[in-house]
């Protein structure tokens, strides 16, 4: 209940802020397990994606943000759950599984952190590909471009799912070229021409 009022919310308020415009929204498969990828630039990121996404949206936060009683608690209610970037959480790893074999949709940006060049996606870490590989979720690659300055334009771009390829030997060696595939799927992305501006 709380997770629809926020994302109404909070919809109201990125349609005051920015200028936003989607690609492929409906990209996103209406049901089963889905790994959405998305470069990571603000901390606007995960509630822009909770809202043009009609799906709820399991986020993993950095545990950082749990720390206060009260924010933790809010957080859990919008289904995001805590993860230590420092090091490989099993606790957090094991709860994006059961969220995607429960056949929710995962939110995951896998450079780790906010990236500090607007120049595009930096490098990505291998969790994403892990996960999609553990559970046999398909991927959606997401692009999002903009400043987010006060009604600057903001575009995020929804690729189509994809699954990632097993069989290479080792899970190490498909969770890095898997890793590989979601990195270039989401560049591919946000270098695509804005059909705007070719328009």
């Known amino acids: 209940m709380l997770y629809g009022l926020m994302k109404v919310l909070v919809t109201v308020a990125?349609?005051?802020m920015f200028d936003v415009r989607v690609i492929g929204a409906d990209n996103v498969p209406e049901t089963g397990p889905v790994?959405?990828?998305s470069n990571h630039t603000s901390w606007w990121d995960p509630p822009l994606i909770a809202c043009v996404i009609k799906r709820p949206v399991h986020f993993m936060a950095k545990k950082e943000l749990f720390q206060n009683q009260f924010v933790a608690k809010v957080l859990y209610r919008v289904n995001a759950f805590p993860v230590n970037r420092s090091r490989a959480d099993v606790g957090a790893?094991?709860?994006?599984?059961?969220?995607l074999n429960?056949?929710?949709?995962?939110?995951?940006?896998p450079e780790g952190t906010r990236a500090k060049s607007s120049?595009?996606?930096?490098?990505?870490?291998?969790?994403?590909?892990?996960?999609?590989?553990?559970?046999?979720?398909?991927?959606?690659p997401v692009a999002i471009r903009g400043d987010y300055g006060f009604r600057s334009k903001v575009l995020v771009s929804v690729g189509e799912p994809f699954g990632l390829?097993?069989?290479n030997g080792r899970l190490s060696r498909d969770v890095q070229e898997g890793t590989k595939v979601i990195a270039q799927a989401i560049s591919d992305l946000?270098?695509?021409?804005?059909?705007?501006?070719v328009a």
């Open 14 to 16: 990125v349609k005051i």
């Open 35 to 37: 790994v959405l990828c």
């Open 93 to 99: 790893i094991k709860q994006a599984l059961r969220v």
């Open 102 to 109: 429960d056949g929710n949709v995962l939110g995951v940006f």
């Open 119 to 140: 120049n595009g996606p930096s490098e990505m870490h291998a969790g994403a590909a892990l996960l999609s590989l553990k559970a046999d979720a398909p991927v959606v």
């Open 165 to 167: 390829e097993a069989g």
């Open 190 to 197: 946000w270098n695509a021409p804005d059909p705007e501006e």
